[in-house]
């Protein structure tokens, strides 16, 4: 008990990154939209453009709060590169197979509720760091499947945002390829940030005492977007 108490009177800094994270992003969650630059840049410029399209992956990616804070609870307690790169990989293969095929093959869904399974993602990493599926279920769900699983959903989100901005297909595939590799750069530039903050936290005497509250703080943050997301849907279907 003296070790929680302790804990909440001094926060680690990777829980204050998290609430400020959720404070700087919270409105473009509600606002369910892509940068108004970013917008007019997509529908201005139809054909090739490989190094504006690359830019807007990276960019999308190092400012994506609902993937960072999915990929902060992946990494949380895997402590060997192997590891960490075995479970990045795999969101990576999940997320560019449905970015890809989702805008290609014009592949719709309702992005409210898309977004919703993806702040319920961020929930069940929370819930999984604390071990609470053997509690509640009876067993330890698939760890690796279930990062591939929730890799679709998030690939997908992106994808049912980028339907409504593309007016020409003329090099949309090259576009779509160039976009997703500049996702995966903005992946590993972001988990380079978030991988040394680990690593001094990891240091410290702080973590052990302060690893639950941080998973707590993270399984709240992903209700709260789940949330937002569905008051946007109901929202939407009452207009």
């Known amino acids: 008990m003296t070790d929680l108490r302790f804990s909440l009177r001094r926060p680690p ?7 400020v994270s959720l404070t700087l992003f919270a409105s473009d969650a509600m606002a369910h939209g892509v940068a108004e630059s970013d917008k007019a840049f997509i529908q201005a410029n139809p054909g090739i453009n490989i190094i504006p399209y690359f830019y807007l992956g990276a960019k999308h990616m190092v400012t994506g709060y609902d993937h960072l804070l999915f990929l902060f609870g992946v990494i949380f307690f895997l402590y060997r590169l192997k590891d960490i ?20 093959f014009n592949i719709h869904a309702n992005p409210f509720i898309v977004d919703a399974i993806i702040g319920l993602s961020v929930v069940y990493k929370a819930l999984d760091n604390l071990g609470a599926f053997p509690t509640l279920l009876g067993f330890q769900p698939n760890q690796k499947a279930a990062v591939l699983i929730f890799g679709f959903f998030h690939g997908f989100g992106l994808a049912t945002k980028l339907q409504d901005l593309i007016a020409s297909r003329d090099g949309l595939f090259a576009n779509l390829v160039s976009f997703n590799l500049g996702v995966e750069a903005g992946q590993v530039m972001a988990l380079s940030v978030i991988l040394i903050a680990m690593t001094l936290w990891r240091r410290s005497a702080s973590f052990n005492r302060s690893a639950l509250i941080a998973n707590a703080m993270l399984m709240c943050t992903g209700f709260i977007l789940t949330g937002y997301q569905i008051a946007g849907f109901l929202t939407e279907q009452t207009t």
């Open 85 to 104: 790169w075995a479970y990045v990989t795999l969101f990576a293969i999940g997320h560019s197979t449905t970015l890809l095929a989702g805008v290609m």
């Open 13 to 19: 800094a990777m829980l204050i990154a998290l609430l």
